[in-house]
């Protein structure tokens, strides 16, 4: 413990040390970060715990924390990475626009952030200026507040399937969801997949409160898919249609006369926010009808963009059963070490097969699956947004964009990882058998 004190004592002083050598050469934008950084701990350190403190998950405590130290951690790596390794990325042209945008802010001149279009890259650009208006013109900054969206966004997530599946397996869940590298780094940039991971968060805590039958699931639903909509609307269809087969699987909470009007009432609403989602997808492709060949049209011109600039492969076509599964694969695992060709794809590819061997070491939970997609509306959610999610990005020909895009879809399909394990036949004699009490002793 003493050694422990001395060491963070140590790393104090040198983080001080830097911090002051940094300020008196460098301008704020290359040190701007490291004073944002214990200020972000020190705020969302002690929420952390009141949340664990009022759900009664106290046990939690330790692992989030170092869940939000690892993740901040991430965003340093993602920067390094950025600059060291790729020479920049979108996230130098939305801390560009950030930079031109948060004085205007700070003067009460918000009409530059109205003209651009705000759905996409637009919003982005926005987004960013607003950060800095508030922490100032730092781009390590924006790292590291565009991962706290992320961390929270996760952390989102751990709540819900507390929330709708209490009978899952939440330490292992947990584990997957917080440590995983791709969703420790790719989250943690300024960029599109750092807000995504936020509202995906969102739309899966509104739905697993709504899916339950608790108080102000609908409102949280509602903003999660707002959040989606202003970046990558066809997600938030995604989430939509998750959700819609999942709310018609829903049991009632207790049955009564007006049970079916209540039900019929709630499909309602749902196809009313489908119908504002669908527009927006409509908009976002240029499309006047969102139907099959409308679709067609999207997915050929996303296989034309995504095969250029190198790390593209062969897609394959998602037609029947089996083209399906390929496309599933591909989405999910793929590149396979044998298919990298830098050392960022090479780390891809050995994240794909430990996710593989998640996979072969959770057949014994599958064996629930039929039961809980029916019983468990959450599981049904997750279920059919990991299958449409697949569905959508399988056009995508290129496993550099594709790594990025499907931690997405990570946190939904883990919880399939998650199911509770189903014991054998001897094991659940055994337990039985140790339930019972002893016989009483006979009389003498």
Known sequence: MHLAALFSLVGAFAYMAVLVRMMATEPYDSWGGLVLAPILVAVCVPILIRFCRRNHDEAMIGLLIAALLLKLTGAMVRYFVVFSVYGGNDSVAYHEWGAKLAPLIRGGDFAPTIDVKLIGTGFIEVLTGWVYALTGTTIVGGYLVFSLFGFWGLYLFYRAFRIAFPEGDHKRYSLILFFLPSLLFWSSSIGKEAWMTLWLGAAAYGAARLLSHQRGGLPAVLLGLLGLIMVRPHVALVAFLALFAAYIVRPA????????????????????????????????????????????????????????????????????????????????????????????????????????????????????????????????????????????????????????????????????????????????????????????????
């Not at 009564?256 to 009313?272: D, E, F, Y």
């Not at 695992?333 to 590819?349: L, T, Y």
């Not at 883990?414 to 659940?428: M, Y």
């Open 253 to 444: 909470k207790r049955r009564t006369i007006t049970t079916p009007l209540a039900k019929v009432g709630g499909i309602m609403i749902l196809m009313l926010v489908g119908f504002v989602v669908l527009s927006q997808v409509q908009s976002f492709f240029g499309v006047e009808k969102l139907d099959s060949g409308a679709v067609d049209t999207v997915l050929v011109h996303t296989n034309t963009q995504s095969t250029q600039g190198g790390s593209e492969y062969q897609v394959e076509a998602v037609n029947g059963p089996i083209g399906f599964v390929n496309a599933a694969i591909a989405v999910v695992f793929r590149p396979w070490p044998f298919e990298a060709n830098n050392v960022m794809s090479g780390i891809a590819s050995l994240e794909g097969v430990f996710i593989l061997g998640l996979v072969l070491t959770s057949l014994r939970r599958f064996a629930a699956f039929p039961r809980l997609l029916i019983r468990q509306p959450y599981v049904m959610f997750c279920t059919v947004f990991s299958l449409a999610f697949i569905f959508v990005f399988a056009s995508i020909g290129n496993f550099g964009i594709l790594v990025r895009q499907r931690v997405q879809l990570y946190p939904f399909l883990f919880v399939l990882l998650a199911l509770p394990a189903a014991h054998s036949k001897i094991e659940q004699l055994r337990n039985r058998r140790n339930a019972e009490p002893e016989p009483a002793p006979l009389p003498v």
